[in-house]
């Protein structure tokens, strides 16, 4: 695992983002799998943005799942071999009439993409970064979110302090909740199938939220305090 750097704000949440980062991170590679596999069955990506996804589709697509998470196999070889019988199986279940020629094209492009040799890992790797600047502040609710660039930080914490005071106040806060919640993750996931990510949707609006509270939870704690302080000081240097 490579290392990286946090503010030290965010270290009590290290579990979390390290949660964060290893989903983010499969979902980026899974992706290029998935596109390399419509790209050799010589179909377009419209099969895996389905919602619920075919059957026979589903199932490769926890095969592949299941076969990038399990690292403990007996060699680097096997890992990589079992992922590519993986995204060959989805090649094939998209187009079962797929060449032997275009099947170990696939394999080779599936190791390549492993050791990070493949160009659209970049790509995605943006776009996810991009998904997730705007999700974590992002409000379903008020169908609103905070601006990304800011002269000082005092509008972002009044806002996020008068979103605070409507849930506490609010007679049935644990329904507004699992609205937030429910709402956040369906918009999260059309955004995440829009923007390529849809074999990973669900766990990536998981993930998301998952971001999203964290960020939310700082400001409340370290905000006014802290964080605010540190904004008008930079603006004023």
């Not at 379903?140 to 601006?147: F, K, N, Y």
């Not at 998981?206 to 964080?227: D, M, T």
């Amino acid at each position: 695992n490579s290392q990286f750097l946090i503010p030290e704000v965010l270290w009590l949440d290290m579990s979390s983002i390290r949660d964060i980062r290893r989903i983010t991170k499969t979902s980026v590679v899974g992706s290029v799998l998935a596109l390399h596999a419509t790209s050799t069955a010589g179909v377009n990506d419209s099969a895996l943005k389905k919602d619920p996804l075919d059957a026979v589709i589903e199932n490769c697509r926890k095969k592949l799942a299941t076969a990038m998470s399990n690292r403990n196999v007996r060699s680097q070889e096997l890992y990589e071999n079992n992922i590519g019988d993986a995204v060959v199986d989805l090649a094939k279940a998209l187009n079962p009439l797929v060449s032997n020629n275009d099947i170990e094209s696939l394999r080779n492009r599936t190791k390549a993409t492993l050791k990070g040799e493949d160009p659209v890992i970049k790509l995605l790797d943006n776009r996810m970064r991009s998904c997730f600047r705007a999700l974590v502040v992002s409000n379903p609710l008020s169908l609103q979110q905070v601006p990304t660039s800011l002269k000082t930080g005092r509008n972002l914490f009044r806002r996020r302090q008068q979103q605070q005071k409507q849930q506490v106040s609010s007679p049935s806060e644990s329904k507004s909740i699992d609205t937030f919640d429910s709402l956040f993750k369906r918009n999260a996931r059309q955004e995440f199938i829009r923007r390529g990510f849809a074999f990973y949707s669900n766990e990536l609006a998981e993930a998301s939220l998952l971001a999203n509270k964290s960020i939310n939870l700082i400001l409340s704690i370290y905000g006014l305090e802290v964080i605010e302080k540190l904004f008008v000081q930079a603006c004023q240097t």
